[in-house]
């Protein structure tokens, strides 16, 4: 039978993929962790982790097994942070990074109530346009938005979001609108930085009410425009003014579609990989304080007001 200890063992494999970095972060030896390894692969009858001469990777049933695990260990870390909450005080600090228009417009405000909420814990927030090395520069943490492509972190979803191409309605009276996707390679488009590189390629997924994704492949459309900003802010104001389409995430533009500013061009289109993602280094040890928080914005985003 797998105990809280095993589950650890699995997360540290999976994270480092090699038993002496993943013996190293337990404390232990390599030979213990290669020897219990064993014996939970024995016991459940199937491999979990797939080696090679450089790393280990996680097999199909490994995945649904890391993944599960998780899950666990968060219920306990969830159980252990509300029951010692009530008897003690939770102190120390919480250096955490986001999305720099994400965390202003919408991060900041739920920090200071958690803050105020546990007056004991200190809270510094980064924000920044590229996720950081969380372990490099010290992060505990970050809410980003995102789509998890490693299993280096930790990944807890805290909110649904995506992105639409939107535009004023001046720009569609002027213009029109597209019919396809592919049609925004003929429209001025608004060009947002990423990464120190300009993000023309949009890969839009048609999707259902309920924004769940269809069976086919994402178109990708190549699109151009003049004007061209690594501040969404900047872009998201340039759409409002009329002056091309952008493709802009629902938190930042939901009130301007609610009063008609701007005009959703593609109904039933929208790029889904951008949904608000709790990150952390995986830690074998961690703080109430980082549980605290990341269940107060689980609570906090669970109905977001731009859906």
């Not at 024995?42 to 982790?49: D, M, P, S, T």
Request: charged share 20%; with cysteine; proline share 4%.
């Amino acid at each position: 039978m797998l105990d809280r200890g095993d589950l650890l063992l699995l997360m540290a494999v999976r994270g480092q993929g090699r038993i002496a970095a993943a013996a190293d972060q337990l404390g232990v030896t390599a030979a213990a962790v290669s020897k219990r390894l064993a014996s939970i692969e024995r016991g459940l009858g199937v491999k979990l982790f797939l080696r090679t001469t450089r790393r280990m990777s996680t097999s199909d049933e490994g995945e649904l097994c890391a993944t599960l695990a998780m899950q666990l260990l968060e219920g306990f870390e969830d159980l252990e942070a509300q029951v010692s909450a009530r008897s003690e005080r939770v102190s120390g600090t919480i250096r955490l990074v986001s999305n720099a228009g994400f965390g202003r417009v919408h991060l900041a405000p739920q920090i200071a109530e958690f803050q105020a909420k546990y007056p004991q814990i200190a809270v510094e927030l980064q924000l920044a346009n590229v996720l950081p090395d969380l372990q490099a520069e010290g992060l505990d943490a970050a809410v980003w938005l995102w789509a998890p492509t490693s299993s280096q972190w930790v990944v807890s979803k805290l909110a649904s979001n995506h992105r639409i191409v939107v535009a004023s309605p001046q720009y569609v009276k002027r213009h029109g609108k597209p019919a396809t996707p592919q049609d925004l390679a003929r429209h001025q488009c608004l060009v947002m930085a990423r990464h120190d590189a300009f993000d023309r390629m949009w890969r839009l997924r048609k999707v259902g009410k309920k924004l769940e994704a269809s069976r086919q492949a994402a178109i990708e459309v190549k699109v151009k425009g003049s004007l061209r900003s690594n501040s969404g802010e900047v872009v998201r104001d340039w759409a409002l003014q009329g002056h091309g389409i952008a493709l802009r995430p629902m938190w930042d533009i939901a009130q301007h579609i609610r009063s008609g500013a701007l005009v959703d061009m593609l109904p039933g289109y929208a790029q889904l990989e951008s949904d608000v993602q709790w990150l952390a280094p995986f830690r074998s040890n961690i703080p109430r304080r980082l549980v605290l928080l990341r269940q107060w914005l689980q609570e906090a985003f669970a109905r977001p007001g731009w859906n």
